[in-house]
């Protein structure tokens, strides 16, 4: 695995991938960016270096959608709520229950939930566009501070999540 950083708004980023794909975005734990796994090389080249033009541009305010190979790891139905996350238009913001409903399946608002938690290329894979069904904002793994600048960059709505 190859693996680059780049200064954002809320902190280092950790993006790691190979010569075809990205596999992790990792935000920053307590303002310092996270370290690689033992063997990783430091890289700048193929899918890393697009990821961080492209992250730029959308810290800018110049990106609204991503295209990036991803090759996300998880089971069918974490990738199903992932790949349901990337229809989920720049500067709008949906609730748990809406995304379950999304996924075909009502009632597991709190399955999707735990699947955006596990989503390890966030930013490129909007879980932070997924708020909690009274508008507020639920949970991050990136911290609640970091999901608030990411929806303020994208000017998202918090009251008015479908439930």
Avoid at 17 to 34: R, T, V, W, Y
Avoid at 76 to 88: G, N
Avoid at 92 to 97: D, K, N, P, Q, V
Avoid at 154 to 160: G, I, R, V, Y
């Amino acid at each position: 695995m190859k693996y680059c950083y780049t200064e954002t708004p809320i902190g280092p980023l950790l993006i790691a991938g190979d010569d075809e794909c990205i596999h992790l975005i990792a935000f920053p734990k307590n303002g310092k960016p996270q370290k690689p796994e033992a063997g990783w090389t430091e890289s700048m080249s193929g899918p890393l270096a697009e990821s961080v033009r492209q992250l730029r541009e959308y810290f800018a305010g110049r990106r609204k959608d991503f295209d990036l190979p991803l090759a996300p790891e998880g089971t069918d139905f974490q990738r199903k709520v992932w790949r349901t996350l990337q229809e989920i238009p720049y500067g709008e913001t949906i609730s748990y229950g809406e995304l379950a409903k999304r996924v075909g399946n009502p009632r597991a608002s709190r399955a999707v939930g735990s699947a955006n938690g596990k989503n390890r290329i966030p930013i490129v894979i909007p879980c932070h566009r997924v708020i909690a069904g009274d508008g507020g904002l639920g949970g991050f793994g990136g911290g609640l501070t970091t999901k608030e600048k990411l929806l303020a960059i994208e000017k998202a709505p918090l009251a008015k999540a479908a439930s």
